[in-house]
């Protein structure tokens, strides 16, 4: 236990994120933990199919080449590296993370979490598994471990633990853990909160964008952080990207976990000078009773063709060939349970290019049966090659038809899983969970800022031009942060954009479950659409599987803006 500021940098915020991060954050500065996030949702389907070819399998790869490249120079820098590329085999990663510091010949004592797993509990799925929280990472690190590898542990958590560890917090300093939850949502996909995939790109500068920096956090016993970067690196860090990386996959002012539950409505950011957001006030509460479990299954096959519609009567050539594959389908032995159709108007008048005078028609199928999305489809549409509209091609050939996933939550009492600590001397330290519990319920609605004067001019301009906005999924389900950078400008959004307009400028979202968030310290609202991803994102079936354009398309939107602000 130590009560110095605690140096926390990330390397990775997905399975496939930048390989050299690992060694640009070892040697761009000073550091205590380095963490990488390689699991998200579709990441766990896909580790599930990998270890279904091979046992030993189930990890993230691209960890376990980084260390090669990287191991040394931790280990010489005495940097702690803490990751959940164990996926579904931690163990397995671990014992070949300990092969790896032999060959290399470096003395690092290697740790992993166990426990998340509970695929046996739930029959018919490829990967069932619980997100534990920090403290079985905190053990392996106050053992003394230089590395530590988990499963399904929450992206956070990955900071909660060597915080935990490094001051030494108990469970129930929930204002404490709360901060360091907060600063872990910030870190947890890397470059996001150092300007990338940012609403307000073109206000810097193309060559800071070109290369950002990935973000660090230095972390204080009292939980107050601040977010930055190493000097002298890509991006920025301000107000804003952190904003945004804050509103980036939460929902309502209570942001739960199996440490704590965060209360984002108490979130103060502070400019701390350049590239430096002070991350303050945060309070915690007792966390919920029950443990979040994603649930992967594969879900059946899809297929997918997209007809590419040239030049004129672009709607009838797509009611032809959409008539034309209806009725092969319906002639097949057997129609796809699902099949989507989505006329995608790209073309111009009067292009000078063929490709700018084109439209896209994308059909997609999905069924239990791989041979009725498969031969049925592929056999169907090359038929028409020569039997339907005018310039008739396609951007590909259907294939056979490629196995989706699906994903669920559901959520189990915290005492019946078994969290535990392995230790690099092969002991186990079972992590109890917390005495305390709270069950999640939503805040009350806080007051609204006074609306701006009525009368005001007004001009119709895009909504992205007074408001940020970052959007992603969960599950089927998706949600839309936004948020203003001026008081005023945060006066009109909260009064302007309700659940019905929000419906109104994205018909998509017309007949679905809306649900609108408040968060005044952040001057920002947080939408939570259900349903709009059916089955999920490995399921594939929107143009926009993940949602990670929706919050853009919104922003697109035109309304009566009051001039003042434009």
Same mark, same amino acid.
């Given at each position: ?77 005495? +940097? ?78 990955? +900071?909660?633990?060597?915080?935990? @560890? ?109 590239? &430096? ?41 797509? @009611? ?92 189990? $009492?915290?005492?019946? +899983?078994?969290?535990? $600590? ?36 007004? &001009? ?24 203003? &950078? ?81």
């Amino acid at each position: 236990m130590t009560a110095g500021p605690l140096r926390i940098g990330n390397a990775s915020g997905f399975y496939g994120d930048r390989f050299d991060a690992m060694r640009e954050m070892l040697t761009g500065g000073e550091l205590d933990v380095l963490t990488g996030d390689y699991l998200a949702e579709l990441t766990m389907l896909i580790l599930g199919r990998d270890r279904m070819k091979d046992p030993a399998a189930g990890y993230a790869r691209t960890f376990l080449r980084q260390l090669e490249e990287c191991l040394g120079l931790a280990y010489e820098r005495g +940097v702690r590296i803490v990751a959940n590329a164990g996926g579904l085999n931690p163990s397995g990663l671990a014992s070949r993370i300990r092969e790896l510091a032999v060959r290399l010949d470096i003395p690092v004592r290697v740790a992993h979490v166990e426990g998340d797993d509970l695929t046996a509990a739930h029959p018919g799925t490829l990967a069932a598994h619980a997100y534990l929280g920090g403290f079985g990472i905190a053990a392996c690190l106050r053992e003394g471990a230089d590395i530590v590898v988990t499963g399904r542990v929450t992206d956070a958590a990955l +900071v909660t633990g060597p915080a935990a @560890a490094h001051f030494g917090w108990g469970p129930g300093e929930y204002d404490r853990l709360a901060g360091a939850v907060v600063a872990g949502h910030v870190l947890e996909c890397g470059a996001q909160a150092t300007g990338g995939n940012y609403a307000f790109f073109h206000e810097a500068t193309p060559a800071a964008l070109r290369h950002p920096g990935f973000p660090l956090a230095e972390l204080h016993a009292d939980g107050t952080a601040v977010i930055t970067k190493h000097p002298g690196t890509g991006g920025l860090v301000d107000i804003g990207t952190v904003t945004a990386q804050l509103l980036y996959e939460t929902g309502g002012a209570r942001y739960a976990g199996p440490d704590v539950t965060a209360r984002l409505d108490t979130i103060t950011l502070t400019q701390d000078g350049p590239d &430096r957001v002070r991350v303050h006030g945060v309070r915690g509460e007792a966390p919920p009773p029950t443990l979040k479990v994603g649930l992967n299954r594969l879900g059946g096959f899809r297929n997918e063709v997209t007809f590419v519609l040239t030049g004129l009567e672009i709607e009838r050539k797509a @009611a032809l060939v959409r008539d034309q594959l209806e009725t092969a389908l319906a002639a097949a032995k057997s129609r796809p349970a699902h099949v989507d159709w989505e006329l995608a108007r790209t073309d111009h008048p009067d292009a000078r290019t063929e490709e700018t005078a084109s439209a896209l028609l994308r059909l997609v199928v999905r069924d239990p049966d791989q041979a009725t999305v498969g031969r049925a489809l592929s056999g169907a549409a090359v038929e028409l090659a020569l039997a339907s509209y005018p310039g008739f091609h396609v951007l590909a050939p259907p294939g056979k038809g490629a196995p989706y996933g699906v994903f669920e939550a559901a959520h189990v $009492a915290r005492d019946t +899983v078994r969290h535990v $600590a392995v230790l690099h001397d092969g002991r186990r330290l079972p992590v109890p969970p917390g005495d305390d519990t709270l069950p999640l319920r939503p805040v009350d609605e806080p007051a609204l800022p006074a609306p701006l004067p009525p009368g005001l001019p007004t &001009r119709r301009a895009p909504l992205g031009l007074v408001a940020g906005a970052r959007s992603g999924d969960k599950g089927g389900n998706a949600n839309i942060g936004l948020w203003a &950078r001026t008081d005023d400008a945060w006066r009109w959004l909260a009064h302007t954009l309700t659940t019905d307009r929000l419906r109104a400028l994205l018909p998509e979202t017309a007949d679905l479950p809306v649900t609108r968030h408040t968060l005044p310290n952040l001057r920002a609202l947080n939408f939570d659409v259900v349903g709009i991803l059916g089955e999920g994102v490995a399921s594939q079936a929107r143009f926009d599987p993940q949602a990670k354009a929706l919050g853009e398309w919104l922003r697109s939107r035109h309304l009566d803006i009051p001039e003042a602000l434009l």
